[in-house]
C-alpha cells in the first residue's frame, strides 16, 4: 500500500467515524525493517499499511489496540531496540510514536515523493501486469493507450497514482512528462513504437527509454534513428530489450517484474 492510498484510506475511515491510532516510525538508527516515517493505521479489527511486519509490528499492533480500549488515548512514545527488547536480528533500534488518528494528525503527512514518473505506453498484457505491480509502488504513472477498450474495466478501487490517458497520437504525450521521466514503450504496432521511442530520445532529458522487444528490433530502430541523425550517445540510453537481466521467461507476469525491477533499480547516473 502507497503512502497516498494508505492515507485516503485512513481519511475514509476517518469519515466513517471509525476510531483508529496512527502508529509512525519517528526515528530509526541503524538496521530496521522500515525507516523513519513509515506509518500504519490501526482498529480494532484491521490494520492499513505496515511499519515492517514480526515482533515489532505485532507490538505496535497490540499496544495501539489497548489505546483504543480507552476513552482517550494520549499519544505515547516507544523506544524500541529491537535485538534486546524483540528478539528480531535486524540490531537497529527505533521509536515509534502512536497518537489517535485525527485530521488533525493526517493534515501532518508528508505529500509522498514518487520514486520515478512513469510513462507506459501500452495497454496489452505485459502492460496490464506491470500496472499492478506499480499499483503498491510509490510511483507516478501515465499509462497510454489509444484503443479504450483495451484498459481494463473501471471498478473505482485504482489507485490514485495510476492515470488513464486514451489519446489518437500517443507520441505527443511524450513532450509532456517531466525531465528525468521514465517511459516504457510496448504498444500494438511496431510504427507506433517507433514513433513514441524517436520522440523519448530527441527530448534527451529522459531517465530511462525502455522498448519491448529482441536485439533484431533494437538494432532495426537503431538504424533507423541514426539515419535520421539521432546522436549515438543518446541511442546508446535506449534499454531494449527490457528486463533485469537474468529473469527468464517470456510470460507476461514474468516480464513484468523483471521490468519493474529494473525500473526500481536504475542508476541515478544513467539519468541526465
Known sequence: MTPGVLKAEAR?????GRRAVEVQILSHRGSTPRETGTRMVVAEDAVLGTIGGGHLELLAITAAREGLRQALFAPQDLDLPLG???GQCCGGRVVLRLQALSEASLADWP?????F????HGAGHVGRAIVRLLADIDCRV????????EFPR????EPPHIERVCVDTPEAEVALAPPGAFYLVMTHRHDLDERITEAVLLRGDFGYCGLIGSGTKRARF????????????????MTCPIGLPGIAGKE????AVAVVAQLLGWPASQAT
Open 12 to 16: 475514509r475511515w476517518l469519515a466513517q
Open 84 to 86: 534486546p527488547a524483540l
Open 111 to 115: 505529500a509522498p515523493q514518487p520514486r
Open 117 to 120: 514518473f512513469l510513462q507506459l
Open 142 to 149: 501515465q499509462w497510454i493507450d489509444e484503443r479504450e477498450e
Open 154 to 157: 473501471l471498478t473505482g478501487a
Open 222 to 237: 537503431l538504424h533507423r534513428f541514426e539515419a535520421r541523425g539521432l546522436s549515438g550517445a543518446v541511442l546508446a540510453r
Open 252 to 255: 507476461p507476469a514474468v516480464l
